[in-house]
């Protein structure tokens, strides 16, 4: 940490002591003073059942599911890799090599020194993911090994993500925080990249990628 960044911490840092000096100590933390009994989940569902809904909420978010078992994931990226006509493939460093087994698409590793210009000229990127939610359509990201730099899923206009059922999968939002290391950022992902104007006319792709395709990987837990 730089000097200027230490002086700004120290700065912030000594603001909130001060907001906080007249608090008296008995007053209960933030913690315990919010109630928290939202529900966990809306609904009793399957295991099964809670994976439909995963994909039935992630399709009504524009993003294009796929079912697959461990042994046709290669085959199933390499499909898509090849339908998108992608030359190039951004690749995390933890990602299973086994995935991309069956395309010789040009691999581009994720690198600390490479430019937001350097990735735009990337076709697609492949990545697996921390957690998903069913019950939004939301797939986690959270910069593991597997899953890389954050930017590399948002500048590349075509995003294959890798998603194990039912292993992966959880029914709501308080279920995925309770998986997630809060000290590792984490980019939640509803559909592909969108937003509207005045007019609510829909524009995809400004602030991520423009194609989310999400590969459910079947497990031998799904079927129970």
Do not use: F, K
């Not at 590793?109 to 998903?132: G, Y």
Request: proline share 6%; with cysteine.
């Amino acid at each position: 940490m730089s000097s200027r960044e230490r002086s700004s911490r120290e700065r912030i840092l000594g603001r909130v002591r001060r907001a906080l000096a007249d608090v008296p100590r008995e007053e209960a933390p933030y913690e315990r003073a919010v109630e928290r009994d939202y529900l966990r989940e809306h609904g009793t569902r399957t295991v099964a059942e809670t994976v439909e809904l995963l994909a039935e909420n992630l399709a009504d978010y524009r993003a294009v599911v796929h079912r697959c078992d461990e042994d046709g994931l290669p085959s199933v990226i390499a499909g898509l890799l090849r339908e998108r006509g992608a030359a190039s493939v951004a690749v995390p460093p933890g990602l299973e090599e086994a995935w991309l087994a069956d395309t010789d698409v040009t691999r581009v590793p994720d690198r600390a020194e490479d430019t937001a210009a350097a990735l735009d000229r990337v076709d697609s990127v492949v990545t697996a993911c921390a957690v998903a939610v069913a019950e939004t359509g939301t797939i986690v990201l959270d910069g593991s090994p597997d899953q890389g730099r954050r930017r590399i899923t948002l500048v590349p206009d075509h995003h294959i993500c890798v998603v194990r059922v039912p292993e992966q999968v959880v029914a709501s939002v308080p279920q995925a925080l309770e998986r997630l290391d809060p000290l590792r950022p984490s980019t939640w992902i509803s559909g592909p990249s969108a937003t509207s104007d005045i007019e609510l006319d829909r524009v995809e792709g400004v602030h991520g990628p423009r194609t989310l395709e999400v590969v459910l990987v079947d497990g031998a837990a799904a079927s129970r």
